[in-house]
């Protein structure tokens, strides 16, 4: 298993979670961006710097993904086509995508998106917080060692 990270708007409190948790189980992390990123000297965490553009690294992820695999993206459109190639997909904030809720999220972006380029004023999601950063890090742990115990 590998985490792959959607790494340019991933905030950096989640980053150094996730650093962490490679460290700590030897686990392969790549950081995939369009900007360069830095990470702390490791054997098992590596960041991969992408052309700027649409997509680029959301392609890049979806390309490099295998089955098993963990995405860390609060990306819908980049959490669909993932779990389409069976990886597993976690938000920044905690909450787990599934076969059986990213079509209805990726519903609900889309008619927003619509709103949205129709002028209507949707407003953001909300800011981060500690809870998000702390929920996040509960899951992932629970998440990795339902992943140890299986090797």
Do not use: W
């Not at 990306?75 to 190639?85: F, Q, Y």
Request: proline share 5%; aromatic share 6%.
């Amino acid at each position: 298993m590998q985490i792959y990270v959607d790494a340019d708007a991933c905030p950096k409190v989640i980053k150094e979670v996730l650093f962490r948790a490679a460290e700590r189980l030897q686990i392969g992390l790549t950081l995939v961006a369009n900007k360069l990123l830095h990470h702390p000297p490791s054997q098992v965490i590596r960041s991969l710097q992408v052309p700027a553009g649409f997509d680029v690294a959301d392609n890049k992820i979806v390309e490099m993904v295998e089955a098993g695999d963990l995405v860390i993206t609060a990306d819908i459109p980049l959490a669909a086509e993932v779990i389409a190639k069976g990886g597993l997909v976690l938000d920044p904030r905690g909450e787990f995508y599934t076969k059986d809720t990213i079509q209805e999220r990726l519903t609900m972006r889309n008619f927003m998106e619509t709103l949205r380029s129709s002028g209507v004023e949707t407003g953001g999601p909300p800011s981060f917080s500690q809870r998000d950063s702390q929920n996040f890090a509960k899951q992932l742990d629970k998440f990795l060692a339902k992943q140890v115990k299986r090797v």
